[in-house]
């Protein structure tokens, strides 16, 4: 029996201990964390760092999204963060030596109203002006560009048109992790799983350390990556964030035979749809109303989405679903991240991403290393700031955006 | 789903309500008092704990009244009804 077990395959990284001291500890080893490690090495020379993570490196919402990449954002600030990812996206497979299976296979987001298909155009325009590949779609150039999807007249909601963006696609989440976190872990950094920050060590309102279940750790520079989790932690040190955590659900069905070309987004009626390399189809939700840590949410919340991809697509009617399941995504009042300093010394954040972190790892990595590089933030995370709450230039990405990131 | 206790029409199903967010928040006395970071405070930050939450919700579907409820919100259980 044994002689046709295979070997176990290489390890990606090591399980170090970890020591006294950093330069820099990232707290949260999801896709941000790691990405933030991997930029911290390969842009700022600095591999003095620890990264944190309570259970298992990417358990959390890294292991948890439906994989969609885009950048067809409304406002400035958010194309350009976003179109910097899908950049870093296209150079990573060959940059980290790992195929993570990103496919570029385009979204599309349909419109059902008028007022929709105005929302719609208004964005492609907003798109081409900032460099983001955009096309306004009419049905039927979406039932060319994807034969499943119903675009008869007399559904509830009617398929008006779409915007595409063609470099948008899908990647294999748990390989854009492991790629990121084998090359943190070849420059020296440490990736330290099963170690929970239990509180923070501080002079006044400066951050020394993070107090862990496995010891202190000191640090010249802090920040938390903890997406869902970030306002528990955030409280240890005393600080209030503008920040209410959510249940994001979705759910996969057995495995089917390649059926769907692209990926499509409907906001009107809440539901996202991809098929998998492997052959599932991927769906995802809303958020459940109410906050919530459980990582589950209610069933009505599935039905609905159900229902929506069985208008839209007549031909998944004898799909079965095979496990549903939920995250916790943390939501800020205007949808957009906040990257950058806090109220006390050392310690910054990269948090309310909302249910749009995945397709921008890359751009989050890249600047939050630098706000931890240099103690200051990138131009492209300087308008997601948290005095945006104060002053009021607020980011409002809700509904000028996909609603449904 | 989430079943919950409206006090005036007993348990029903979550879809028959709207969430309210966090109970208890006052308008502030004097808003003309506030500063620009005592003003963000109030709009914009909330309590967001891990575990007991005094929470409103509005019983859209049925009598259409508010009340507040204490819910974990680490095991959705509701402990009480305030």
Known sequence: MSAVLPEHPEFLWRNPDPRRSYEVVIVGGGGHGLATAYYLARNHGITNVAVLERGWLAGGNMARNTTIIRSNYLWDESAAIYEHALKQWEALPEELDYDFLFSQRGVLNLAHTPQDVREGVRRVNANQLNGVDAEWLNPDQVKEFCPIVDISPGVRYPVLGATLQPRAGIAKHDHVAWAFARTADEHGIDLIQDCEVTGFLRDGDKILGV???????????????????????????GLRLPLQSHPLQALVSELLEPVHPCVVMSNHVHVYVSQAHKGELVMGAGVDPYNSYAQRGSVHVIERQM????????????????????????????????????????LFVNCGWGTGGFKATPASGWVYAHT?????????????????????????????????? | MLLIPCPWCGDRDETEFH????????????????????????????????????????????????????????????????
């Open chain 1, 372 to 405: 931890l590089a240099t103690g200051r933030a990138h131009p492209l995370n300087e308008p997601f700031a948290l005095e945006r709450f104060t002053t009021g230039a607020l980011i409002d990405e809700h509904g000028a955006a996909a609603v449904a990131h």
């Open chain 1, 307 to 346: 229902a929506a991809a069985l208008e839209l697509f007549p031909i998944f009617a004898r799909a079965h679903v095979i496990r549903t399941w939920g995250g916790i995504v943390d939501v800020t009042p205007d949808a957009s991240p906040i990257i950058g300093a806090t109220p006390l010394a050392n």
């Open chain 1, 211 to 237: 107090q862990t279940t496995r010891g202190p750790i000191m640090a010249d520079r802090i920040g938390l990556a903890a997406a869902g989790h970030t306002s528990v932690l955030a409280g240890l040190a």
């Open chain 2, 19 to 82: 969430y309210g967010g966090q109970a208890h928040v006052a308008y502030p006395q004097s808003p003309d008092a506030l500063s620009d970071a005592q003003w963000a405070e109030y709009l914009f930050v909330r309590d967001n704990p891990k575990g007991e939450f005094a929470e409103r919700w509005c019983h859209n579907a049925g009598c259409r009244r508010w009340f507040n409820l204490v819910r974990d919100t680490a095991t959705h259980q509701i402990v009480v009804q305030r």
